[in-house]
Every structure is written in structure tokens, then in C-alpha cells.
């Protein structure tokens, strides 16, 4: 009887214990299945799924999504994702995908003109680069920094923030090395003083609060997200282009030598220089100050031997009005007034004549000296600024006969 | 102040230097220069590219000349380009590479100290090693530096090859000689009878002295001027008897009285709107005696100028007036007297 009834307790025990064991297993979370799940490219070790609360819990700021495995401070990571479990590594933000390009995208001449075309070495920004974001799945009002090095940096032992408000380089964190999404996908550019012609290349990690009184050194906000994937890209060469044409408009090319020829002079009207013999005068530049043309002239005149014609007049002066019968020869502006915003270029970029030159539709002329004379200058980068010319002259009855000629040149000027 | 006051100022100094964030030495644009702005077409180019930077360097800093990529450096090595910081106590040497590939010259620096920004950096080209492209254009230099620390210096400067910034220009000024022989006021042309300018001396007699008047004007843009000739066909004749002609050369005549047979002009000579005009030696020095104008070889120069003379359309200045003058005596032969004087203009050009 007594071993039956022992037998009978160590029954109960052993389902008991069982049942006890079979329990836990279907309730437990921490019960770790033994099959480790993996796909193509990434691996779940020793998983466990569990109930977990709700699909998707969430605040304004926070988001909790269903948890896969142990609640465990360890990762699963690669060099630009991790999975990790539990609630530190579900609110963390996620790597922001990275643009680094010259700005103005396909078109950098849109923001700091240049010579030549697309692609060349001096058209685009030379000390200045964008770089855009996509928050992939972050709200809205998550923070992001940006790093920059140069590209031979290996290990970003060199490594800056971009102060999104002056848009250089710091070389610590700070409230103004982070800013939205939003606010920084909308600066015309994201950096500048860069080093010219240099490879740089560009890194971003996202936070939802940047705690402005205290900057890790080193270290990372609990909230960070990894790094994005590394973008690089070039600034430009600086550059200024400067090319001549003597045609009917400004539209056609032609190649040096470039002649003006005036015929034969009158001294009962004005003479002009033929309508197919414009002077047309092309220039461009990457330079953020924009560039400077000059002219000087070989004579202070027409000339012949000792013989001259005067330029402006007989007296040098700085415009003549041949219209009045003054004896005398320069050049005007064929093209119309100032010249605002030709070519790609910033917005308020201005072209500004001489006014010695630039009495368009008279017979006044500017004078052309051998010391050289600003003919026109521009304010900001381009891509192509066009001023058309044309030459005057007059004489007297008394002038001398001859075969008289003249050279005018140009040279231009970036202001970097 | 105690040490304890002393090392917490100190430690707040710290700290907020620590949290202020630190910016790069800006990246700095520069003016470049070049030693030879303009150039022919394939042409060696031993001159100097130079820039004053506006960032400080250190060894092991970068300077990087980009020249244009058309221009032929097939033979360019490294001897042949240097750079030089003249004035600059601090700049030591440079360590050159030149790579034709990608069309650079790379100057790694060595200082004794941050270079200054005050004197220029001189890269100087040599052996004529780097020739100018065959295609006349303007075409750009290009230079960079890297002070190691993220800044530096650019710039650019165009060379001009092949005048291509130049526009040579070319005009005619004609040559002007016009000549007319107008009436005394000049305000028209001289009378004339079939189809011959005349000056009629009218009825002669022994109680008057009898003239005739004209202008010879002379328009030329010659610097040397022009001269007025003339030659006669005969002496004032009735086709058998010649009037007494008054003398050529340096005082001709006095003016004969009337009843005293003398033939011959007075001679004004005029202005000229640049220089002056002179008598030819026929008509030379009084402008008061009556002169011979009835020579039958010749030319002979009656007055030239210096310079370019432009009458304007009624000009009694820069004309010369001619009077034909004539008186004659009792035993003068009737009949009707004429001579033709041709005059001729010329200019040198």
C-alpha cells in the first residue's frame, strides 16, 4: 500500500512537472527556439517570436514595433544596419541614405556658373558641395548631422561636422551641426570653403534629440542611428573664360584672327563698324565674385605712322559724341544696356558697362587708351555673360590719308 | 585670489573654450598672375606663374599648378619647373612632381615656420619644356593649395594664345585734292563762256586801269599741302601785238598808271587751315606789284602750302585771289585781246 501510494506522489510529481514544463514553454518569452532562421543576407540566431503586445505601439516622437528575439542588449549588426532587440534599439533613428553632388545637380552651373560645359574641370563650384537626405522612415523632426572628411582620409581621422548654419566645416558637434531633414535639403549648398579640385566624401547619422548640453565626444546619443553609406564627390577647378567673336549676333562663332574693318572714313558722317563686325565678347567663370573685363589699346587710336586718328576725340577725352562732327573713334555698346542675369548663374547676378561705354543707340564713344580701362564686370559667377560692340570713327577734311589700323585688347580677370 | 578662486576660473575658461566649436581656416581666393600673359601658337613658355596666398602653410603643405591640358609637356620633367617664395624667410624648399598625365605640378613645401602671406609664391618654368597649345585660344592656369589642416588657396589666370583676346582694326582715309576756280566773293563758280571760266578785263582805255577777279580754291588732307601752277598759251594779244607784260620774279612791277601799257596779275595769296601758304618764286615778295602771267613754258608755281587746307563752303581766307590788270597807252593797237592761263593742283601724299 505504501509503495503504491508512493508511486502514485512520484506519478503526480512527474506530471506535474511536466505539465508545469509544457506550460512555461508555451507562455515563456525568453524560451529560445533552437532553429536559426536566415535569408540571402541576413541571419537570425536562435529566434524567438513571441506575442509581444500590439503590432505597433507608438507616440508622437517614439515608435515600438513588435519585438523578434530576446530583449538583449546585443546587436546584429553590418557596416551600415543592426538589429537588436528591445527598447533601446527600437526607438533608435535609422541611417539616413546620403546624396553628396556638386550643387545644382545635373546642372552645377545653376549655382556657381563656370567654363566650358558639364562635366568640364572648372564648370561648377569649386569650394562648395550639397549633399541631400532621405530620413528613410525617421519623423520628420529628427535631427541629423553630417560628417565630412577628405576622400584619402581613410579612417575619418580627419573627420568635421558641417555647422548647418554657416555652412563650414566645425570641428565638434554643436547645436548647429544638426538640423532637419527638411532645413538641410534646402540650402543652395551644404558646405563651402572647400579646398578646390579635392575629393571629399560625406557620412550622416540621425538623432531625435539633440541635447545641446552635452556634445559626445566620441561617443554617440543613445538615440543615433549608424552611419549612412559613404557618398563622395569633387569640387571643381577654378576657371574664367573669356572668347571673341566678330559676327552679326551673338549667337555665332567664329575663330581669331578677329578684324574690324571700317572703310573708308567719312568727315561728313559717322562711321560704323559693319553690322557682320560685331564685336562680341563672351565670359564666364566659377569665381564667386564674379570677374572683371578689361581693354586696352595699342595707340590711343586709329594710326597710321605719326598720323592718328584721337581716341576718343583729338583730345584723349573719355567719350566724344561724333554725331557733333567731332573727329574721332572708340567703340559702344551694340547689345543694349546692362545685361542682367544672362547666362546660368545665381539669382542677382548684374553685368555692368562702363558708362563710357555704354551709350547703346548714339554715336557717342568710349575712348580706347593704351593703359588699360574696365570695359565691364560682373558680380557673381556665370556661365556666359555676351556684350556686343561696335567701333565709330570720323574725321575732317584735313585728316590725313592713310591706311590706318588699330588693335584692341582684352584680358579678363576672376575675382575668386 | 586664492589658488583654489584661481584654478576654477581657470577650469570655466576651459570648459567653455572646450564647447565653443572650432572652424577651419577658410579656404582663400587669390589673383594669379603670369609672367607672359600672351603668347604665339606653339611656343615655349619659360615664364613664371605667381599668386600671393592668403593661407599660411607648413611642411609637408601642398602648392598645385594645373596647367592647360592642350599645351604640349611631352618633354616636361621635373627639373624644369620650380618654386620659389622670395622674401619669405620661413619657406625652406619645395619637393616637385610633375604629372603630365593629369597635367600638374605638385610642390610639397617645407618651412621652418607657417609661410607668410605676404610675399608671393613664384612658379617658375624652364628649358622650354612646356609649349603653348597649336590652336590659338585663351586658356587657363589654375592654382590650389592645401595647408593640410582642410584649407587653403585658389586661383586662375588666363594666358592669351595666339591673340586671341585681340581685334585688330583697319580704316581708310582717302585722299582729298579738290580744286575749283570760283568768283571773287566765292559764293559761286566763275562766269564762263562756252564752257571756259572767264575773266573779262572789259574795254580798255588810256584814262582807266581795267581788273577781273577770281579765287582758286584748294581742298587736300595732304600733310605736304599742294601747289597751284599755271602755264599760258600766249601773252595778252590781239593776234599780232603783245601787251606789255609786267616782270616775273621776286617784285615784279610796280601798278602802271593808266595810260601806261602794262599787263599782269596781282596775286593774294590766302591762309591754309593747317600750315601756311608761300608765293612761288614768280610771284614772291610783294603782295602789293603786278606779276607776269603770261609765261608759255613751264609750269610755274604760283602758290603752295605746307599743310592740308578745308575751305569751307564760302571762304575768302583760305583762298587765293588772282586780278588779272591791264592799262593801256595811246599808241596801243586796237583789237581784241585774250590769252588762256591753264593752272594745274598737285599734292603729295
Known sequence: MHQYMLGKVIYKTIILIVFSLIFFLVIDRNLVSAQTLTSPTYQLIDPSINSGGNALQSTASFKLFETIGDVDAANFTS?????????????????????????????????????????????????????????????????YAIEVTEASDTNWTNKKYINFS????????????FATLATINAL???????????????????????????????????????????????????????????????????????????????????????????IYVKISTNANSGLTLSVNDSSNGLVEGAKII??????????????????????????????????????????????????????????????????????????????????????????????????????????? | MNLKKLLSIGLCIFVIVSILPISFVRAAGVPVTLGTASMAISTAYNSTVSFVPGTALTTGATVTLYYPSAYTDTSLVLGDVTLTKTGDANFTSAVTVVSTGSDTVTFTIT???????????????????????????????????????GGGDYGAALQYVGNTNQVKVTAIVKPILTFAIRNTADNAEQATVSGLKTCALGVLTTTTVSTCDYRLKVGTNSVSGYTISYISD???????????????????????????????VLLTAGSNTVGSVSRGTDFLTTTTNIYQITKTSGPNTMISSNGPNAPSGTDTTNTTLVQHRATIDSATRTGNYNHTVSYTVSATF
Not at chain 1, 553632388?101 to 552645377?108: K, L, R, S, T, V
Open chain 1, 79 to 143: 557596416a551600415t544596419y543592426s538589429l537588436g532587440g528591445g527598447l533601446n534599439n527600437n526607438i533608435v533613428m535609422t541611417a539616413p541614405q546620403i546624396t553628396a553632388a556638386q550643387p545644382g545637380g545635373a546642372d552645377p552651373g545653376t549655382v556657381c556658373g563656370g567654363v566650358g560645359n558639364i562635366g568640364d574641370p572648372a564648370y561648377g563650384c569649386y569650394d562648395k558641395l550639397k549633399v541631400t537626405l532621405a530620413s528613410d522612415g525617421n519623423p520628420t523632426d529628427a535631427l
Open chain 1, 166 to 177: 554657416t555652412q563650414v566645416r566645425d570641428a565638434s558637434l554643436s547645436t548647429n551641426t
Open chain 1, 188 to 278: 543652395t549648398y551644404t558646405v563651402g570653403s572647400l579646398n578646390a579640385n579635392t575629393s571629399y566624401k560625406f557620412r550622416s547619422f540621425a538623432i531625435q534629440i539633440a541635447n545641446s548640453a552635452v556634445f559626445p565626444s566620441g561617443g554617440t546619443y543613445f538615440d543615433q542611428s549608424p552611419y549612412s553609406a559613404t557618398s563622395t564627390v569633387s569640387t571643381k577647378l577654378p576657371g574664367i573664360g573669356l572668347d571673341i567673336d566678330i559676327a552679326a549676333n551673338s549667337t555665332t562663332p567664329t575663330s581669331a584672327p578677329y578684324t574690324v574693318s571700317l572703310g573708308a572714313l567719312s568727315s561728313s558722317a559717322v562711321t560704323t563698324s559693319p553690322s557682320a563686325q560685331g
Open chain 1, 310 to 416: 584721337g581716341s576718343a576725340d583729338s583730345s584723349f577725352n573719355n567719350t566724344a559724341d561724333l554725331s557733333t562732327s567731332i573727329v574721332g573713334f572708340g567703340k559702344v555698346l551694340r547689345t543694349g544696356g546692362n545685361i542682367t542675369n544672362q547666362g546660368v548663374g545665381p539669382a542677382g547676378i548684374t553685368q555692368t558697362i562702363s558708362s563710357n561705354y555704354n551709350n547703346f543707340g548714339t554715336d557717342t564713344v568710349g575712348k580706347l587708351a593704351t593703359g588699360i580701362v574696365t570695359l565691364a564686370s560682373t558680380n557673381k559667377p556665370n556661365t556666359l555673360i555676351v556684350s556686343g560692340y561696335d567701333l565709330k570713327a570720323r574725321i575732317a577734311s584735313t585728316t590725313p590719308s592713310g591706311s590706318y589700323t588699330d588693335t584692341i585688347t582684352y584680358t579678363l580677370a576672376g575675382s575668386f
Open chain 2, 111 to 149: 618651412a621652418s615656420a607657417p609661410t607668410n602671406t605676404s610675399n608671393a609664391f613664384i612658379i617658375t618654368f624652364a628649358n622650354s619644356h612646356l609649349l603653348t597649345s597649336g590652336t590659338g585660344a585663351n586658356y587657363t592656369f589654375a592654382v590650389t593649395t592645401d595647408n593640410l589642416a
Open chain 2, 234 to 264: 600766249t601773252n595778252l594779244t590781239n593776234g599780232t601785238y603783245n601787251m606789255t607784260n609786267a616782270a616775273a620774279g621776286s617784285n615784279g612791277s610796280s601798278p602802271a598808271s593808266a595810260g601806261t601799257e602794262q599787263y599782269g
